[in-house]
């Protein structure tokens, strides 16, 4: 079975910390994503990496950040928290030619006071 | 802009109704389909595809989805609910060839026993 962990379930961070979520997989994808889920607005993706090193924006990377040094890791990173990035957060991998058939963490809850 | 969506945003049934919900997409070309399920306190999972041949696709749990080009839908459908499918469930869609999915914001679902 395919296992995406991260990091933490919930998180609660402050307005203007440095926030680091963190993720793994263990099934060697090339892929990696990070999603934010918000009621009514379903998934929208934030970042992914095709590769170690390999960064593409998705449809909302502002205020984020991401870094993949190693094939199994992928974190997403906020330089300064901010109270509209309150969210559940979403890690997913994929095989490289199967980019449809993701596979989810369990999701970080973050709040930001 | 191109998206996917999900006209239904809560859905409330009784035990042995019938399902049926609704997405829409507005992709030109070939595309890829998805329905993902998200249940209470787990992993997002997908639960059945599309890619080509038969329109109709049958996925876990007795859930199918039928594809209609000509109406850009893919709608999603159960003939007899039980109170275990209370979940999330999130319609998506792949441009052929496209390194990333996108998806619509989601319908939740109810069952009263």
């Known amino acids: 079975d395919v296992k995406v962990t991260q990091s933490s379930r919930y998180l609660v961070k402050r307005t203007g910390e440095k926030v680091f979520l963190e993720c793994v997989q263990d099934?060697?994808?090339?892929?990696m994503f990070w999603y934010r889920q918000d009621p009514g607005l379903g998934l929208r993706l934030i970042y992914f990496?095709?590769?170690?090193?390999?960064?593409e924006k998705g449809d909302i990377p502002e205020g984020y950040s991401v870094s993949r040094e190693k094939k199994e890791r992928f974190s997403l990173i906020l330089e300064s928290a901010s109270t509209n990035q309150t969210s559940m957060y979403l890690c997913?991998?994929?095989?490289?030619?199967?980019?449809?058939?993701?596979?989810f963490g369990p999701g970080t809850r973050l709040t930001v006071t | 802009a191109q998206s996917v969506s999900q006209h239904n945003h809560h859905v409330i049934l009784s035990e042995a109704a019938s399902l049926e919900l609704g997405c829409n997409y507005s992709?030109?070309?070939?595309?890829?389909l998805f329905w993902y399920v998200q249940y209470p306190g787990q992993h997002l999972q997908l639960l059945l595809k599309?890619?080509?041949?038969?329109?109709l696709v049958k996925g876990i749990k007795g859930f199918e989805a039928e594809f209609i080009k000509s109406k850009f839908s893919f709608n999603l459908r159960k003939p007899s609910v039980q109170w275990s499918d209370t979940a999330e469930y999130f319609c998506?869609?792949?441009?052929?060839?496209?390194?990333?999915?996108?998806f619509g914001s989601g319908t939740r679902l109810s069952i009263r026993p």
């Open positions: 099934m060697d994808h090339e892929n």
């Open positions: 599309y890619f080509s041949g038969d329109p």
């Open positions: 990496s095709y590769d170690v090193k390999m960064k």
């Open positions: 992709y030109g070309g070939t595309v890829n």
């Open positions: 997913a991998s994929s095989v490289r030619d199967r980019t449809y058939e993701q596979y």
């Open positions: 998506a869609v792949n441009k052929y060839s496209a390194s990333k999915i996108i």
